[in-house]
């Protein structure tokens, strides 16, 4: 199976000059490391009671066969006991294991119920991308609990449908997880797939919908044109492909005043957290305007706020990050966690992207020159700092 690299951002300053190294995604180097502690510690509070994983002890959702919470929160639990340059599957499995509840049940036996029970192609995926790859499981031969009855994900994912899609007609999020995960497995997407996601785009305004649709029947929203996004980078489509830059495109334009973006009429921190790994994903720092300006350019020197700042104002005094919409709080906040890291997801990104700021200038950091010439600046940088990007070497650790 192909090594994850957990993305980093390390800035050195040297003179007037300033290095971005950069492995994969761009991560969050400026959110305050209580603001993910406190979240981790939150989700772990909101574990269910009890020494029985068939009703939900030691996870987060009641039912196996409905798990939902519990992939998403494992892996955050993960992310936040990431402490060095590359992403580690020991510290990620050794803190999944070692969050109990009170009554000393962890995540792992549901989580082998879960894989036991009828996988679907796209839960099959799921678990290969937020569970077995990042902590370090063989997914084709998943045991969490060790009780020796492994279960291979990766054959219950399968190889996909004739055109390319995995699962029933409608579910896209599955072929849009399985997609994530044949690059962690395989080490490439099939081009079947990367085609097929192509094809779901809707021509009218560049998002996806989560059923697939192109026409008016059903509307595009964040979460799914963020998922496919990631996916169709980690097909090797470049971010410079006008279905990416559509698809940015359409994110820009849901994009909240405050750099949060909502769903169902309120905002979301699920659907803010999805947006920031799509657009790391394509090469872009989410909290540089650079990459709005860049697909949207009627919006260039018009004010731009952070997603990462607007993720932690949503943060409450018990650690939860949530909207006032959410799904679950637990859910929100592991999604929250995710998109403020950025170790393991996005799966796979775009080098660094060059933008240039809007003629006539808008004033220090919106990346022209103060007479208003426009000037390179990579993304990721922060704005109003002279910089060139250079690759570093990834790591990996186990």
């Known amino acids: 199976m192909a090594p994850h690299v957990r993305p980093i951002a390390r800035f050195v300053a040297v003179a007037s000059l300033l290095t971005l190294l950069a492995g994969g995604a761009l991560r969050a180097g400026a959110v305050d490391p209580a603001v993910t502690q406190d979240a981790v510690n939150y989700i772990d509070s909101q574990q269910i009671s009890g020494t029985t994983p068939a009703t939900g002890s030691g996870a987060w959702d009641s039912d196996p066969a409905f798990e939902f919470v519990t992939s998403e929160a494992v892996l955050a639990i993960g992310e936040g006991a990431q402490t060095g340059a590359a992403w580690s599957t020991s510290s990620a499995l050794t803190a999944v294991q070692s969050t ?10 549901f989580l ?104 008016t029947n059903t509307d595009a929203d964040v979460d799914t044109t963020s998922l496919a996004i990631q ?64 697909v949207r350019p009627d919006l260039a020197g018009s004010p731009y706020g952070a997603p990462d700042s607007a993720l932690v104002a949503l943060q409450g005094a018990n650690g939860s990050i949530a909207g006032p919409g959410s799904f679950s709080p637990a859910f929100s906040t592991a999604q929250a966690v995710q998109g403020l890291e950025r170790q393991w997801l996005p799966i796979d990104s775009a080098a660094p992207q060059t933008c240039t700021g809007p003629p006539g200038g808008g004033g220090p950091g919106d990346g022209s020159t103060p007479g208003g010439a426009p000037t390179a600046v990579p993304a990721g940088v922060p704005e109003g700092s002279p910089a060139t990007a250079v690759l570093g070497t990834p790591t990996f650790t186990g």
Do not use: H
Not at 135 to 140: A, S
Not at 163 to 185: E, H, I, M, Y
């Open 112 to 215: 082998d119920l879960v894989a036991a029970g009828s996988l679907s192609p796209g839960k099959a995926a799921k678990l290969i991308v937020l569970v077995a790859e990042p902590l370090g499981l063989d997914p084709t031969s998943f045991d969490p609990a060790g009780n020796g009855s492994p279960v291979n994900l990766v054959a219950a994912m399968g190889s996909g449908n004739p055109d390319g899609s995995f699962g029933p007609a409608g579910a896209f999020n599955q072929t849009l997880f399985a997609a994530l995960a044949k690059k962690l497995v395989d080490g490439s997407v099939p081009s079947a797939t990367t085609n097929y996601i192509r094809t779901k785009q809707k021509p009218s305004n560049g998002g996806w919908a989560f059923d697939a649709d192109t026409g």
């Open 231 to 294: 996916a169709l980078i980690a097909g090797g489509v470049a971010p410079t492909d006008p279905s990416v830059q559509n698809g940015l495109a359409f994110t820009a334009s849901q994009q909240n005043g405050d750099g949060s973006w909502s769903a169902f009429g309120d905002v979301s921190s699920e659907s803010t957290s999805r947006a920031i790994l799509a657009i790391a994903s394509a090469g872009y720092d989410p909290n540089s305007s650079c990459w709005r300006d860049t």
């Open 100 to 109: 109990t509840n009170a009554q000393g049940t962890s995540p792992m036996p």
